[in-house]
């Protein structure tokens, strides 16, 4: 791999999130016409935005860059030959979308291998794009973005997902019972973007897809937080946060298993 690799995917992912977002927002704005289907239960809804946003997305790379692989919530995986994989989710909180809630966002990432090397967070509804490079940093729009330097829960809020009922019930009592208080939006990705710019302390979720958190991932590391690794080709816990309430998160996460 060379920089300009890397420049290049940059260039042209940048500029397809922001085509990506002005579709969204244009069915968000006649969502009560839109086709609405349900996944694994009735609180998990897709829509033809969310597939029509993925494919726009995937067209776009796919002129730009055919040898690189995807994997998008909707469509799935797509192997390539580069090296090169783009993890692209077109609307995360899809329930907050169809409920005109303005808490959704547009999340793509490419990766390198293990490596999360540019991610990007559309808020449409704000007309705000979150953005980050490996060892470029992590913006929203021109502005730098810098995790929370705060050293104790009872400094902000953490975010949390969602999952097994009894699991998030003893989260937030560990939240609470640790002097903090916490919130949540519906989109993982825009909570990741948020405890990037340190919004939120940090953010929890028990099992989460790459395409939810991988651009948001990059943006906590390269905003001077903390993660714990993911593996970015299944489900797998996330936490991250400011650096300095990592340990006092894990030990809220530990005592909730």
Same mark, same amino acid.
């Given at each position: 791999?060379?920089?300009? $690799?890397?420049?290049?995917?940059?260039?042209?992912? &940048?500029?397809?999130?922001?085509? *990506?977002?002005?579709?969204?927002?244009?069915?968000?704005? +006649? +969502?009560?016409?839109? =086709?609405?289907?349900?996944?694994?239960?009735?609180?998990?809804?897709?829509?033809? *935005? !969310?597939?029509?946003?993925?494919?726009?997305?995937?067209?776009?790379?796919?002129?730009?860059?055919?040898?690189?692989?995807?994997?998008?919530?909707?469509? &799935?995986? #797509?192997?390539? @030959?580069?090296?090169?994989?783009?993890?692209?989710?077109?609307? !995360?909180?899809?329930?907050?979308?169809?409920?005109?809630?303005?808490?959704?966002?547009?999340?793509?990432?490419?990766? +390198?291998?293990? $490596?999360?090397?540019?991610?990007?967070?559309?808020?449409? /509804?704000?007309?705000?794009?979150?953005?980050?490079?490996?060892?470029?940093?992590?913006? #929203?729009?021109?502005?730098?973005?810098? %995790?929370?330097?705060? =050293?104790?829960?009872?400094?902000?809020? @953490?975010?949390?997902?969602?999952?097994? %009922?009894?699991?998030?019930?003893?989260?937030?009592?560990?939240?609470?019972?640790?002097?903090?208080?916490?919130?949540?939006?519906?989109?993982? %990705?825009?909570?990741? *973007?948020?405890?990037? *710019?340190?919004?939120?302390?940090?953010?929890?979720?028990?099992?989460?897809?790459?395409? $939810? /958190?991988?651009? &948001?991932?990059?943006?906590?590391?390269?905003?001077?937080?903390?993660?714990?690794?993911?593996?970015? !080709?299944?489900?797998?816990?996330?936490?991250?946060?400011?650096?300095?309430?990592?340990?006092?998160?894990?030990?809220?996460?530990?005592?909730?298993?």
């Amino acid at each position: 791999m060379n920089d300009q $690799d890397l420049t290049a995917r940059i260039e042209l992912g &940048g500029a397809i999130v922001r085509d *990506a977002a002005v579709m969204a927002l244009d069915y968000f704005n +006649r +969502r009560e016409t839109l =086709t609405i289907d349900t996944k694994k239960n009735a609180q998990d809804l897709v829509s033809e *935005a !969310d597939r029509n946003v993925e494919t726009l997305i995937r067209d776009g790379l796919a002129k730009a860059f055919p040898n690189d692989g995807m994997l998008g919530e909707e469509h &799935g995986l #797509q192997a390539g @030959t580069s090296g090169w994989r783009w993890i692209i989710d077109p609307i !995360d909180g899809t329930a907050p979308y169809l409920h005109g809630l303005r808490s959704w966002s547009i999340s793509v990432a490419v990766v +390198r291998g293990d $490596d999360i090397m540019a991610g990007w967070i559309a808020e449409p /509804c704000a007309g705000r794009l979150y953005h980050a490079a490996k060892g470029r940093g992590a913006w #929203q729009d021109d502005r730098r973005l810098t %995790a929370s330097k705060a =050293t104790s829960m009872t400094e902000g809020l @953490t975010a949390i997902g969602s999952g097994d %009922a009894d699991k998030i019930s003893r989260l937030v009592h560990g939240i609470l019972s640790s002097g903090g208080n916490f919130q949540r939006n519906g989109s993982a %990705a825009l909570s990741l *973007a948020h405890t990037a *710019a340190g919004h939120y302390l940090g953010f929890v979720e028990p099992v989460l897809s790459p395409w $939810d /958190c991988a651009a &948001g991932l990059l943006m906590v590391s390269e905003a001077g937080g903390y993660h714990i690794p993911h593996p970015l !080709d299944r489900p797998a816990p996330v936490l991250a946060c400011a650096a300095g309430v990592a340990d006092a998160l894990k030990d809220v996460i530990a005592a909730a298993e």
